[in-house]
């Protein structure tokens, strides 16, 4: 099969040519003086990202290292933790949560809902005892939110750790690590940023690091290790393990081209590319996931199927049919996903998602007034540009 001519999936998403040319720099010994002095770059330039002062870890590895290895290190047997749930990797937190031995304690929501700050707050007022709340900014799979900005400083003002997946928020919305008292955030390179898929992007705040070093199951001597990457390379400037060099030159690719824009103006652009696409599947007759669109998410735009219409298929059509790699909604519901992320948030990346949705849904026999959508997402683009 020959390669899609559009990936507009939830991530790893296209990469800028200059990203592509990062990664194709020479590949240095990693303790090199000009590579060691690129990998301390870098971490300072995630940490300009995430809008904090704290330490800052590149984890090898896709961000589910880095997700994992966080939730080992701060867990202690019977720890009281509460996880909001709103969609699928809310869900597998808690697992881990309950395999890790924590006492484990939910709210959850429909996958087309969001977790409230007021219901939040209820529950932290019932059980004082939660020591840690853990949740998912940017829920991928399903396309929504959860408001990190009143839940985070919530949790800090009662003491509360807070655990966060941000794997596909930071940059796809407003975020403030330090001025909402976040104390562990994992962000994955591969999505709004248009970053490689290699390196998970860990923030860890003080009050964490107490937490995890009063911890003896916290990994150590182990790829899952934030411990490792403290005391080696930040304390002693050994690296715990040889760090792929190529990602490390492509993420600094990316995050120059980020900071270079603008953080905010980044976000302005994802949430500009969402209000198109959004407004033009609605007026192709399409319903969003989300059943408020302000909990909608900036990085994809979720769409309802019919239940006679199964979301793998929809997807694979629109591949095989029209060269359109779009992402069908992976366990969170029968939905299809078009992404806006990283270089696909702008310009008419999502006229094209919605022209090979409209017209694979049209084949496989959805009513769907194609034209309408296009006009429609084509005059807010216009607008936009205006």
Not at 150 to 157: H, K, Y
Not at 226 to 249: A, C, H, Q
Request: aromatic content about 6%; some cysteine.
């Amino acid at each position: 099969m020959a390669a899609p001519d559009f990936t507009l999936s939830a991530g790893p998403v296209t990469v800028t040519a200059r990203t592509l040319a990062g990664l194709g720099k020479p590949i240095l010994y990693h303790y090199d003086p000009e590579f060691r002095a690129t990998f301390t770059r870098t971490q300072e330039k995630v940490a300009q990202i995430l809008k904090t002062s704290n330490d800052i870890l590149l984890m090898q590895g896709e961000a589910i290292v880095g997700l994992e290895g966080a939730l080992r290190s701060l867990i202690t047997p019977g720890m009281p933790v509460l996880n909001l749930v709103q969609g699928v990797f809310g869900k597998g937190t808690g697992y881990w949560i309950a395999d890790f031995g924590a006492e484990l304690h939910e709210i959850e929501v429909g996958y087309d809902d969001a977790v409230t700050p007021e219901q939040v707050e209820a529950y932290l007022d019932e059980h004082p005892e939660i020591r840690m709340v853990c949740l998912v900014a940017s829920e991928t799979p399903s396309g929504t939110v959860t408001d990190v900005a009143r839940i985070g400083p919530m949790c800090r003002d009662r003491g509360i750790l807070t655990y966060v997946d941000t794997v596909s928020g930071v940059l796809g919305m407003p975020w403030e690590t330090d001025e909402w008292g976040l104390d562990l955030c994992v962000m994955g390179a591969q999505k709004c940023l248009g970053g490689p898929p290699g390196i998970a992007l860990v923030s860890v705040s003080e009050r964490a690091w107490e937490a995890i070093y009063a911890n003896p199951a916290a990994p150590r001597d182990s790829y899952l290790s934030l411990i490792d990457w403290k005391e080696k390379w930040l304390g002693e400037g050994r690296f715990p393990y040889t760090p792929s060099v190529s990602d490390v030159n492509g993420l600094e690719a990316a995050l120059d081209q980020a900071l270079e824009e603008g953080v905010d103006a980044v976000v302005a652009r994802h949430e500009a590319a969402a209000h198109v696409t959004r407004t033009g599947a609605k007026a192709m007759g399409l319903e969003l996931w989300a059943v408020r669109e302000e909990i909608a998410s900036a990085c994809v735009t979720s769409i309802r199927l019919p239940d006679h219409i199964d979301n793998a298929l929809v997807r694979d059509h629109a591949r095989e049919v029209y060269g359109v790699m779009l992402s069908h909604g992976q366990g969170a519901g029968n939905l299809i996903r078009l992404s806006h992320m990283g270089p696909t948030a702008g310009g008419l990346h999502s006229i094209v998602g919605l022209s090979a949705l409209g017209r694979s849904l049209a084949d496989l026999g959805v009513t769907v007034d194609i034209g309408a959508g296009l006009e429609a997402a084509l005059g807010v683009l216009s607008a936009q540009r205006l």
